[in-house]
């Protein structure tokens, strides 16, 4: 707290030494040592807390054809980029739309999977009426650009030719948003977005006449 606190002396004529402080001015301004009291600073520590830069459609996740009644079939995707500190969430509604393509039925076997492809959320159904998907799996955002695929089963009665546009507010439908190092509550500001669009293309078989053999006699 002071010089005095801390006592040197000379080896050679034990002399007792006060060690100097800082002289105030502005080459001292970084020095740890001060003119005045603590005499010497500690480290210092900057606690930031997490923030998200960046929650939106993921473009390396693009629109595609998408089979009915196949497993882990890609739905959308979705990128993060937290700052600060990793970030957990512990429940999550993704909005399903769709055109106006005949079939009715629901996507199931949902599931949120990283770019290593570990499933970090679900699987789940959406709900009756086909429109939302809540996971309530919490989620682990870590520090820096990831990217997050969502995968499941398109229902058999699906028409051909339906577009899948999924969706998601982490303003509203992302919920106890906390850091991992602070443990504070952290508010989101992004708004409604939607992923990529996903065209459902039945298999189709045209059978007709080759032209070899020709006809002939035999």
């Known amino acids: 707290y002071k010089t005095t606190d801390l006592y040197l002396?000379?080896?050679?004529?034990?002399?007792?030494?006060t060690p100097p402080a800082g002289s105030g001015t502005a080459a001292d301004a970084?020095?740890?040592?001060?003119?005045?009291?603590?005499?010497?600073?500690?480290?210092?520590?900057?606690?930031?807390?997490?923030?998200?830069?960046?929650?939106?459609?993921?473009n390396s996740v693009p629109a595609q054809n998408?089979?009915?009644?196949?497993p882990n079939q890609v739905l959308g995707g979705y990128e993060t980029d937290f700052k600060g500190e990793s970030v957990s969430v512990?429940?999550?509604?993704?909005?399903?739309?769709?055109?106006?393509?005949?079939?009715?039925?629901?996507?199931?076997?949902?599931?949120?999977?990283?770019?290593?492809g570990a499933v970090v959320a679900g699987p789940v159904d959406a709900d009756t009426a086909g429109t939302l998907l809540t996971f309530t799996d919490t989620i682990t955002y870590p520090v820096g650009k990831k990217t997050y695929t969502l995968k499941g089963k398109?229902?058999?009665?699906?028409?051909?030719?339906t577009i899948y546009t999924l969706s998601t507010a982490p303003t509203t439908q992302w919920t106890t948003v906390r850091g991992q190092t602070?443990?504070?509550?952290?508010?989101?500001?992004?708004?409604?977005?939607?992923m990529n669009?996903?065209?459902?293309?039945?298999?189709?078989?045209?059978?007709?006449?080759?032209a070899t053999p020709v006809a002939q006699n035999i």
């Not at 740890?32 to 606690?47: I, L, Q, R």
């Not at 399903?96 to 290593?116: K, M, P, Q, R, Y």
């Open 9 to 17: 002396s000379g080896d050679t004529y034990g002399y007792g030494i």
């Open 197 to 210: 669009q996903m065209t459902v293309k039945a298999a189709a078989l045209a059978v007709g006449v080759s």
């Open 154 to 161: 398109v229902a058999s009665a699906i028409g051909n030719g």
């Open 30 to 58: 970084t020095s740890e040592f001060t003119a005045g009291t603590p005499w010497f600073d500690g480290s210092k520590v900057t606690v930031s807390a997490g923030s998200a830069t960046l929650i939106g459609k993921a």
């Open 90 to 116: 512990s429940s999550t509604k993704i909005t399903v739309a769709t055109s106006s393509g005949s079939g009715t039925g629901v996507l199931t076997n949902v599931t949120i999977v990283d770019e290593n």
């Open 66 to 70: 998408i089979a009915v009644n196949v």
């Open 182 to 194: 602070t443990g504070n509550t952290i508010t989101l500001s992004q708004t409604s977005f939607d």
